[in-house]
């Protein structure tokens, strides 16, 4: 099984461009659904979430409240870090399971979609890294209209990020997603057939 890494910084398109390759019939590993998973009510790393930051990040019901602690971590540095180390190790945790069962089911293509690019459940297990790109104009109207953020909060989550710059770094092929869905549709399916048959 080939594992294809997809990444990029918030409002680059990345998911867009996982959601054109499940299309195209590859099999799909969203991170982002699995860190929503696993600070779930009852989660182990909810508990110590809760330590660290205290009840008040928690919603009536007691699940996370996500633009509490977004609030708290896309502000402090030295807080997000805090809240990447509780989180990533069950977040890799199942992404290894995830590909393991990928591998048993014999899946031809696999494709993890990761917001942060880690060495540990990311970059040991792709076979290729394809880094999503775009003007910040755009990725801030983008977050705008899709989260509902302010426009103080968007750049909060964009300064907390790594730059272009350090993704392409890491990038064995750069999509620039700067047009229409479109544009973009053509583009992967391009490189898509050109994995498949590279």
Do not use: C
């Amino acid at each position: 099984m080939k594992i294809l890494g997809i990444t990029g910084g918030i409002g680059s398109g990345k998911s867009t461009v996982a959601r054109i390759i499940y299309d195209l019939g590859a099999r799909i590993i969203n991170a982002d659904r699995i860190a929503r998973r696993v600070v779930r009510r009852g989660a182990l790393s909810l508990e110590e979430i809760k330590k660290e930051f205290g009840e008040g990040i928690l919603t009536e019901k007691g699940s996370l409240d996500r633009k509490k602690i977004g609030s708290i971590v896309f502000k402090v540095p030295e807080k997000r870090r805090k809240l990447e180390e509780i989180t990533h190790k069950y977040i890799i945790a199942e992404i290894y399971r995830k590909v393991a069962r990928l591998k048993s089911e014999e899946a031809e293509l696999a494709v993890l979609d990761v917001p942060i690019p880690v060495k540990n459940g990311f970059l040991d297990i792709v076979d290729e890294v394809w880094v999503v790109v775009a003007d910040r104009k755009k990725r801030i109207d983008r977050i705008v209209k899709r989260n509902g953020l302010s426009y103080d909060e968007v750049i909060n989550r964009l300064e907390s990020q790594m730059s272009d710059e350090e993704y392409m770094k890491i990038a064995d092929r750069v999509i620039e997603n700067n047009g229409t869905v479109e544009e973009l549709e053509k583009k992967v399916a391009k490189l898509f057939v050109r994995q498949k048959t590279g």
